[in-house]
């Protein structure tokens, strides 16, 4: 069935253009904000703890790093509040531009940070403060870049595809990120630590001058055009889906956490782990990481357009399932100590995450009527955040120190698969469904949508 739109008059060739520029420009620009949000991750492994604590052994240093790691995810809920609310008063698209700008503004300011040799443990205080701005940018992004390729899908069984280019924008991002870590660190002796570090940091401000670019040139969603004509607009979208729609909210966190939490242990704890626990190169680590992004690129549309097909909720459930006996595969693999089997780990580590996070994007945003769905969604998705993402590499750190064995850590991702697949089984699946309606109330059997979506256009 076609995507009815009644506020804008395009021909179905200039539908197709405008879903195009909504694709790449919602791609582009989830890359650059996790770009620039994934590139702590990376440095906190490798640098931040030699250069802002310097003074605690390493295994400490690493978790203060990780700590103001952490703290970029506490404020990604906060800027789901605030964009998630002016994301459903004025618009996707201008939201949208205002995330960029801040998240690269303050990624470049990071570049020029001087380290504790300079100004002590001010450099970490500042530190804490642009990771927190990161946090609030990247907590508004996620939501607008869905909702602007969903909201302009031409067809009700092509969502979940079309939804899961943007979620590839974050493999990218850390593509991009490990690529330019991994060439600014054949610097030769201590320049990498001593200003190399800095320039992936600086390069934030030309792929935000790309991204701004491309952002700007496209048009409102007509789903949003919609709620304007007719007039339904919230004044607090926020206080409303609180009130209307918690149980989508709670359900969509807790899905997320077999995604969220193995996701971060498998490219930022690993850091850690391989080079101070098995003392394998640091080249090797980013280079599997790139290869496992690099499968990603297929992995993670195949897993969306398979939710088209099957259901999101059924999809979604084999891949956290997947993860659930991964874990042990993963680690087994990384502990011989061979290169040969930690790089197929590597490789391989995100295939479960992927079949998690195609689909996930649609399964959580269709959650949500058209009103409220920009507050819903992110709030949702980024309180995942804060329950599993963020203190993953934090958990899987402190448990190896206390047990000295990685079989916790497969273990803690088994009890995150567990969480995700109850939780899943709460949302409703409406795969195939009519998502520009609005539908507080109405009830979403997933077989039936299954079957439309089957069907033809």
Not at 28 to 38: H, P, Q, S
Not at 173 to 192: E, H, T
Not at 410 to 435: C, E, M, P
Request: include cysteine; aromatic fraction near 12%; charge should be neutral.
């Amino acid at each position: 069935m076609a995507t009815t739109d009644a506020t804008i008059s395009l021909t179905p060739e200039a539908h197709a253009r405008e879903l195009r520029r909504a694709v790449i420009a919602a791609t582009v620009g989830t890359t650059i904000e996790w770009y620039d949000f994934l590139l702590y991750s990376t440095m906190a492994g490798l640098v931040f703890a030699k250069l802002f604590f310097p003074n605690e052994d390493p295994l400490t240093g690493t978790l203060s790093a990780f700590g103001i790691y952490f703290v970029g995810f506490i404020a990604r809920p906060i800027g789901a509040f605030i964009f998630g609310h002016y994301g459903d008063r004025v618009g996707r698209k201008s939201t949208l531009i205002f995330t960029l700008v801040l998240m690269g503004v303050s990624t470049f300011l990071v570049a020029i940070l001087p380290g504790y040799d300079s100004i002590g443990i001010w450099g970490a205080v500042i530190l804490t403060v642009l990771r927190l701005v990161q946090g609030i940018g990247v907590g508004g992004e996620w939501g607008g870049s869905v909702l602007l390729t969903m909201e302009w899908a031409r067809y009700n069984n092509e969502r979940g595809f079309l939804t899961s280019w943007p979620q590839f924008g974050g493999p990218a991002g850390l593509f991009l990120a490990n690529l330019a870590v991994l060439a600014f660190s054949q610097m030769s002796g201590d320049a990498f630590y001593a200003w190399g570090w800095r320039v992936p940091f600086a390069l934030s401000l030309v792929l935000v001058a790309i991204g701004l670019w491309i952002r700007l040139r496209i048009l409102e969603t007509p789903v949003f055009r919609k709620l304007v004509v007719e007039q339904k607009i919230e004044r607090a979208p926020i206080v409303e889906v609180l009130r209307k729609q918690p149980g989508a909210i709670i359900a969509g966190m807790f899905a997320r956490t077999s995604e969220q939490a193995p996701f971060y242990i498998f490219t930022a704890f690993i850091f850690f782990y391989g080079t101070k626990t098995l003392h394998v190169s640091r080249d090797l680590l980013l280079t599997g990481v790139l290869c496992a992004v690099v499968v990603s690129a297929i992995t993670i549309p195949l897993s969306g357009h398979l939710s088209d097909r099957i259901g999101r909720k059924r999809m979604y459930i084999l891949g956290a399932a997947a993860m659930g006996v991964f874990g042990f595969i993963y680690f087994g693999l990384i502990d011989t100590g061979n290169p040969v089997l930690i790089f197929v780990a590597m490789v391989l580590s995100l295939i479960p995450h992927d079949m998690q996070y195609g689909p996930q994007a649609a399964l959580i945003a269709e959650s949500f009527t058209p009103r409220l769905r920009y507050s819903g969604a992110s709030i949702s998705y980024q309180l995942a955040s804060i329950t599993a993402g963020g203190p993953a590499p934090l958990i899987a750190t402190w448990l190896f120190a206390r047990y000295e064995s990685s079989t916790p850590i497969a273990i803690y991702i088994l009890i995150t698969a567990i969480v995700s697949i109850v939780a899943t089984t709460f949302l409703k699946d409406y795969t195939g469904r009519d998502i520009s309606a609005e539908y507080d109330h109405a009830p979403a059997d997933a077989e039936p949508a299954v079957r439309a979506a089957a069907g033809g256009r």
